[in-house]
Each structure stands twice: as structure tokens, then as C-alpha cells.
């Protein structure tokens, strides 16, 4: 399966400021995924990222909050703006491989 | 749209006992269904998959049958180990991206 390295893995920031999360891919995909996880729940979709293209974002979710950058093939970053407590989440980068979707070990945020 | 329902825990079990975890889903066609464990304080890991009708996927001694007739895939494991002590998840493959159950938090118990 492919192999995801998320940066950073934890971070505590002041609201108000902004953190922009990194993933990077051993391998070529054509779409990466933007998770979130709130303490204690399931693992809602963000938005898709295609290389070339601006992401698609689910419902929800806005670009000018979390815009996000797909260079190339094998890196995104997602990037969380104007934080507030309330985003205090984990995050999780994933892509789709030939065993399923593999996923980066996640950014753990807390805003203050 | 797609959507995964869970039986949402907690459950607590002893050391050898039988676990069984339901999942149903909504979805249109004949998605990919999956399983993903998190540990404590670790990252999300696929444990089985089944990508089509009847299809039973299995790992580490967990099984899950694709039952399209009851649009479910439940997950079993016949004796359960303390390391078995997880947030499991249900999720469901529609289009090219994953649709999630809330997820179930398991305590095995020596």
C-alpha cells in the first residue's frame, strides 16, 4: 500500500491564526483526500484534491477556511485559516490504493 | 446520498468472548465496503475490505460478509484479545470517495 507522511503530527496554535498541514505520497495518485475527526467521532470528507485543478469540497466546507494546494502528484497541503477553538480536530490526509485507501497518521490541533 | 449506518458502542467484552459489530448502508449500485480500525493514540488502518456481493473479507481473525440483500457487512471476530481494544469503522466506497460510520469504541477486558 502506499506510504502517506503527514506533518506535523501535533500542534497547538492561538485562534485567529492559521496552520497549514502537509502530506506527501511514495507514490503518483491522482486524487488525496482532506479528513476531519473530532474528538470523539467518525471521520468526515473535507474535500478532494486533483492535481492541476482546484479542489472539490464537500458540503459545509468552504475554500476561503480550508484552502488547499496540490502541486504535483505526490504532495497536498491543507491549510486551516482564522482558527477557532471549534476546529480543534484531527486531520487526516488519504489516497485511494490498490488495496483501498490508505491514510496519513494525522495532525492532531488544538487551537487555544 | 450514500450513507453507513453503525452500531455505536460502547461495547465492552471479556478475553475470548464473541464480537459482533453491525453495519447497513445506503447506497446506490454495488459499493466497495471496508473496515478500519483505529488503535489507541494511532493512525486509521484498513483490516478488511469485500468488493462485491457475497464476498467475505478477513484479517487478523475478523471476517465481514458483502450481504446485498440486507445491505449489510457486520463484523465478527470469534475470541477477542485485549489487543483487539479499538475504535472500529464501517465505511463505504460510493463514487471514488469514503462514507463513514460513526464508528465503534471496543474494550476487551482480561
Known amino acids: 500500500s502506499a506510504v502517506i507522511s503527514q506533518k506535523p503530527s501535533r500542534d497547538i496554535c492561538q485562534r485567529g491564526t492559521s496552520l497549514t498541514i502537509q502530506c506527501q505520497v511514495d507514490?503518483?495518485?491522482?486524487?488525496m483526500f482532506w479528513y476531519r475527526q473530532q474528538p470523539g467521532q467518525s471521520l468526515t470528507l473535507i474535500a478532494t484534491a486533483n492535481q492541476g485543478s482546484e479542489a472539490t469540497y464537500e458540503s459545509g466546507f468552504v475554500i476561503d477556511k480550508f484552502p488547499i494546494s496540490r502541486p504535483n502528484l505526490t504532495f497536498s497541503t491543507l491549510t486551516v485559516s482564522n482558527m477557532s477553538p471549534e476546529d480543534s480536530s484531527i486531520y487526516l490526509c488519504?489516497?485511494?490504493?490498490?488495496?483501498?485507501?490508505?491514510f496519513g497518521s494525522g495532525t492532531r490541533l488544538t487551537v487555544v | 446520498g450514500d450513507s453507513v449506518t453503525q452500531m455505536e458502542g460502547p461495547v465492552t467484552l471479556s478475553e475470548e468472548a464473541f464480537l459482533t459489530i453491525n453495519c447497513t448502508y445506503t447506497a446506490t449500485g454495488y459499493p466497495s465496503l471496508f473496515w478500519y480500525v483505529q488503535y489507541p493514540g494511532e493512525g486509521l488502518q484498513l483490516l478488511l475490505k469485500a468488493t462485491k456481493a457475497d464476498d467475505k473479507g478477513s484479517n487478523k481473525g475478523f471476517e465481514a460478509t458483502y450481504r446485498k440483500e440486507t445491505t449489510s457487512f457486520h463484523l465478527e471476530k470469534g475470541s477477542v484479545q485485549v489487543s483487539d481494544s479499538a475504535v472500529y469503522f464501517c465505511a463505504l466506497r460510493g463514487d471514488y470517495k469514503l462514507s463513514f460510520g460513526a464508528g465503534t469504541t471496543v474494550t476487551v477486558r482480561a
Open positions: 507514490s503518483q495518485v491522482t486524487m
Open positions: 488519504s489516497v485511494e490504493d490498490n488495496y483501498g485507501y490508505t
